[in-house]
């Protein structure tokens, strides 16, 4: 949640300006500039506020910015970087005149993502377009990069899209119940990742919870929130808060969700009527690995052998601490194999909905994790959020790399089911 | 912009192209300064050249034009040597960072200047190799940066310097041509004379490293003492015992305040410091050693001593000390790197002067430092909001220098002398010896355009006034110098 302004000399005097972030930030490691630096990004914030005017080259840096939150967790002053930029977020969309085609497009992408109806709207056309090939036609003639750049990286990011079958309202635990528990479903992952919600109950379920889905959620804010739209995030949040009331936990498995619900405290602090709840709904929101480590496992494992390669997605591991966990749970798995990407910390180009916004520092970043990837030899790329598994999958597509991605919920669901890795991997005959 | 600067801009943009000439002042004012920020000046541009031939071309246009240059790294400097020429141009070396040949057999690797510390380390690892400099700033500062700071780090005690790790380099010297300076081979030791010249005599473009085999064995102590005393005691009866530890550190208690505060790194509640050992080599000689000073702690009153079990309990007791500096960040909102040097056998009463200092001005002192070479750095602790405590907090850390030169010691270990501490070299040398120093610069630079304005404290005789000087050098004038 972003700074006050009346809190904001502090956060900026934080920075001793070590540079410590410097070599995990994504755009310093691409392009090697001070001012696309968390660092040099402080800095332009400290000349706004001094009084310098929010600049065409200022904006563009601050744009530049993933939000990945690697530098939070570099950072040795403890500099809240986090809400510095939501605060930039902010100021740049209340401030700052963008030109009409930006505008559309981001206006564009707000009215759609966060509607899981209105992306299940677009499904059944995208099918289509998928079955009959077209999307190989488009892609080899280049016509929607020459249109726009960022329609074209929303084109290839969509997944392969099958049914989607909706969960009902309740999944009843198995075995003796341990908890009750809430699932939020999301809107990319319900409609996008149909697969990884029912991998995600039926674990929960296998694990002795009952699991609860209201129909009532929606979006949980997280792309507004992380973009700058705050009026729009506090709506979201106050929707969300109102469905999950009645739950303990909510488990969340995709990690920009859960990043986002656990800021609900802040970013309500300043609302008398929500502030309270808010902070309860924080303090009770989990994401999944982090959930079912606490809980401890209970069904039985049963073997898969495969050599997986596990990404920590920024908004589970810098955001939310979330390291050990899903490592802890995949390596729980018999005959599963878990190996190390290498710069684990720097991101993959998907931030939410930069790779639609910047395709092109993201397709880059994109393509040296994919690289990072395909090094450590697995056969599986695990990753827990939506995002980041369509922007690694298209760009190891992209390489022609043959590694199936799965979320660590479908890698466990494989496993408690005892389905083998076929469940997983096509093996080649 | 002058004149003279907009047509360089123009010919650089024609060199380099236009991606790598920054002009608009927003973004040169972001290179303002490196990690030492009390001192600040906006550059004219900044250049970010791709490769070692582009930064003879940069340099041959400044020569040309007679304009001040500064190549700078990471940005991570602590003696401002990096900072930038408000007339001038500011070499960035960022973007130079591939690992070009790494040849295990020889144990050397050849760099490009702006690669990482840390990832020279990381490139030869698997092969069972490191690069053994390791500032604190390791993961981020780069190897131009050191190779010009000669910078240090906890384990040059027993490893030495950057200077003992460079074996050749390819340098741009100050009117633009490439050379390279090699430790092998007769004549003068010129690579030895250009690291550690903070980047006043050439910009390095390659840089051939030693690979040092990574020790059998290491194994790392932290022992808790009641007082300073008891560490500086413990110390300085480990060296006598003839023991060489790869490392030994000592932390005081506002510094293990700061980095708790920071990185949770959990060292024994209550000390009033902390000594970290660390013994690295063939297994029976670490494990001899590692009991007789395991003894001599406990003799010097540790109260508690923890023995690292693994590479991660070793990661966190080492993640205390090598975050201290930003750590005080934590506790203070703004502060002063010192960086000074003492004879080991002073330690105990230079840190009770240090104290006394403290007491007397109430300014806080916390000190970290590398306690096996008597390499000290106080962090002066000041808030910035408040009137004059910047000039008190200045003056306190003024005079721990003159403590170190007092007992024998020296302004700088490793972090330079920079723009920082140019005022200090009087202090410590006599003027005949500035004068010398002055001639071995003039020699390599005599139109005083390679980051002028550092090291030295005044601009006296040939040097510090950028441009093209015309007519006799004043060396050669006064018949202090002859050209060749």
Redesign the interface.
């Known amino acids: 949640m972003s700074a006050s302004d009346e809190e904001l000399p502090k956060l900026l ?8 972030c ?2 995990t930030c994504p755009t ?1 490691v691409l ?5 696309d630096s968390p ?2 990004r402080i ?2 914030m400290q ?1 706004h506020a001094e009084g ?1 005017p929010l ?1 065409e ?2 904006v563009g ?1 601050f744009d530049a910015c993933l939000g990945c939150m690697a530098c939070v967790t570099a ?4 500099v809240q970087y986090d809400r510095l930029i939501e605060h930039t977020r902010a100021e740049v969309e209340s401030e700052h005149p963008r030109p009409l085609r930006e505008r559309a497009l981001r206006e564009a992408i707000f009215a759609l993502f966060p509607y899981p109806r209105r992306l299940r709207a677009l499904r059944g056309p995208l099918r289509l377009y998928q079955r009959a090939r077209l999307d190989e036609l488009v892609r080899r003639t280049g016509l929607l990069e020459r249109i726009s750049p960022s329609l074209a990286a929303m084109e290839r990011l969509a997944p392969p899209l099958g049914k989607a079958p909706r969960l009902p309202e309740r999944v009843a635990a198995r075995g003796g119940r341990r908890a009750t528990v809430g699932m939020l479903t999301g809107c990319v992952q319900r409609e996008f990742f149909p697969g990884v919600n029912a991998a995600t109950a039926r674990v929960l379920a296998l694990e002795g919870c009952d699991v609860v889905i209201p129909r009532t959620q929606g979006c949980c804010g997280a792309l507004s929130l992380h973009s700058g739209r705050e009026d729009e995030a506090k709506e979201f949040a106050r929707r969300t808060i109102e469905a999950f009331e009645a739950v303990d936990v909510i488990v969340v498995n995709a990690a920009g969700c859960g990043s986002s619900m656990k800021e609900y405290a802040a970013l309500l602090a300043g609302d008398p009527a929500w502030a309270r709840r808010a902070e309860a709904l924080s303090a009770r929101t989990r994401d999944l690995a982090e959930y079912l480590v606490e809980l401890g496992p209970r069904a039985e494992r049963r073997p898969l052998p495969v050599t997986v390669a596990y990404h920590d997605a920024c908004h589970l591991a810098h955001a939310q601490g979330v390291r050990s966990q899903p490592r802890a749970l995949l390596a729980g798995i018999p005959g599963l194999t878990v190996r190390e990407i290498t710069d684990p910390d720097v991101c993959c180009g998907s931030a939410g909905v930069y790779n639609l916004l910047q395709p092109e520092a993201a397709g880059e970043l994109g393509d040296r994790k994919a690289g990072h990837v395909r090094g450590t030899g697995a056969e599986l790329l695990v990753a827990a959020n939506p995002g980041c598994a369509m922007q690694i999958a298209t760009a190891l597509r992209r390489q022609g790399a043959e590694i199936a991605v799965a979320h660590t919920a479908e890698v466990l669901d494989a496993s408690l089911r005892g389905l083998g890795r076929g469940a997983l991997i096509t093996d080649a005959p | 912009m002058t004149e003279k600067v907009t047509r360089l801009a123009e010919r650089l943009a024609v060199l380099l192209g236009p991606d790598a000439v920054i002009t608009d002042p927003v973004r040169l004012r972001t290179y303002e300064c490196d990690g030492l920020t009390n001192h600040r000046a906006r550059p004219a541009l900044v250049v970010l050249p791709d490769d070692g031939a582009q930064i003879a071309q940069i340099v041959r246009a400044c020569v040309a034009a007679g304009v001040p240059y500064v190549a700078r790294g990471s940005g991570t400097g602590l003696s401002g040597g990096a900072l930038p020429r408000t007339d001038g141009v500011l070499i960035v070396t960022s973007r130079l960072r591939r690992i070009l040949e790494i040849d295990i057999a020889n144990q050397r690797a050849v760099v490009e200047p702006g690669v990482i510390n840390l990832d020279v380390t990381r490139a030869v690892r698997p092969h069972g190799y490191y690069f053994a400099p390791d500032p604190s700033s390791q993961q981020i500062c780069s190897v131009g940066g050191n190779v010009a700071e000669n910078s240090g780090g906890a384990h040059c005690l027993k490893y030495g310097f950057t200077a003992h790790h460079v074996l050749s380099c390819e340098v741009v010297t100050p009117d633009g041509e490439v050379v390279e300076l090699s430790a092998d081979g007769p004549g003068y030791d010129l690579l030895g004379v250009f690291v550690g010249a903070e980047g006043t005599l050439g910009i390095a473009t390659k840089v051939t490293v030693r690979l040092t085999r990574v020790p059998q064995t290491v194994q790392t102590l932290l022992a808790a003492f009641g007082s300073i005393e008891g560490g500086g005691t413990a110390v300085s009866a480990i060296i006598a015992a003839g023991v060489v530890p790869a490392a030994i550190e000592m932390m005081d208690a506002l510094s293990i305040e700061a980095a708790e505060a920071s990185v949770a790194c959990g060292y024994p509640p209550g000390a009033g410091a902390v000594l970290i050992v660390e013994l690295d080599g063939p297994q029976a000689e670490v494990e001899h050693q590692f009991a007789q000073v395991k003894a001599l702690c406990e003799e010097a009153g540790a109260f508690e001593i923890r023995v690292a079990a693994d590479d991660a309990a070793r990661a966190l007791i080492w993640k205390g000390r090598k975050s201290a500096f930003a750590a005080v960040g934590r506790i203070s909102p703004a502060y002063l790197v010192q960086d000074g040097v003492i004879p080991r056998t002073s330690l105990p009463r230079v840190l009770a002067r240090i104290d006394e200092l403290s007491a007397e001005s109430g300014v806080r002192v916390a000190n970290v430092f590398h306690a096996g070479d008597g390499n000290l750095h106080p962090l002066v602790l000041f808030d910035d909001a408040e009137p004059g405590a910047a000039e008190r907090a200045e003056g306190v850390s003024g005079a721990i220098l003159d403590l170190c030169i007092e007992h024998g010691g020296s302004i700088t270990g490793e972090h330079g002398v920079g723009v920082d501490k140019a005022r200090y070299m009087p202090r410590m040398f006599t003027a005949a010896d500035l004068d010398t120093m002055q001639m071995v610069r003039c020699g390599f630079d005599p139109a005083g355009l390679c980051n002028p304005g550092k090291i030295f404290p005044t601009p006296r005789l040939c040097g510090e006034v950028p441009g093209v000087r015309k007519g006799v050098h004043p060396l050669v004038e006064q018949g202090k110098a002859d050209l060749f």
């Not at chain 1, 392009?31 to 001012?35: K, L, Q, S, T």
Request: aromatic fraction near 10%; charge should be negative.
């Open positions: 005097g934080d920075c001793v300006h070590c540079g410590f410097l070599p310093y392009w090697g500039e001070e001012m660092r040099g800095h332009l000349q310098a600049s080259s200022m840096h950072c040795p002053s403890g």
